[in-house]
């Protein structure tokens, strides 16, 4: 049996909660992290050093890091593909981690987990900007094609997706992305993405 540790309003954590939800795949999950603690114990820290979540236990293999977790499941229990398919989505999640994460996380955390008054518009605004060429890119690539891999939904829509939801969820301007617009409601028909991923930004 699967067993995931990790709050659900935490974006790591929703990519593998969709991922298991798309697959099918019997779990349980344990809520741990921020206000439900667990992270920090021995045992937790035993499974995951860095005291983060998501971490799973899979019949005895533990795994953390979420975008190795949702690789992991989609090669266990995902649809056959080919090399070239694959790598066109391992491609989206690395560059989701290496171009969108830090400034879409620095204007969520500023926006929705910062008091007001302890707020900084400035990095705000830079992070926003940021955010913003980054999801030039993704929206460049939409246009041609309705999922960032191809013509039907994979891992490497799983990081972006859930990106997706909180950019467009943000209280910023932002500059009109069509594709990405459209990419958010071709989402939205897959209930394992309304359940887990498109949750109120806490
Ligand atoms: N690179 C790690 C990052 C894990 C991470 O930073 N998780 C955050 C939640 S999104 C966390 O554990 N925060 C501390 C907490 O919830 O107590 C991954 O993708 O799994």
Known sequence: ????????????????????????????????????????????????????????????????ESNTIVRYLYARHGPARTLEESYAAEKWMDWVLATLAAPVTTAFWQLIRTPAEKRDDGAVAAAVEQAADAFKIADDALASQPYLSGRALSMGDVPLGCFVHRWLNLPVERPAHPNITRYYERLQSHPAYRQHVMIPLS
């Open 1 to 64: 049996m699967l067993k995931i540790w990790g709050r659900v309003n935490s974006i790591n954590v929703q990519k593998v909660m969709w991922t298991v939800a798309e697959l099918n795949v019997p779990h349980t999950r344990v809520d741990a992290g921020m206000a439900f603690g667990v992270v920090g114990t021995p045992e937790y820290r035993a499974l995951n050093p860095n005291g983060r979540v998501p971490t799973i236990d899979y019949d005895g293999f533990v795994l953390w």
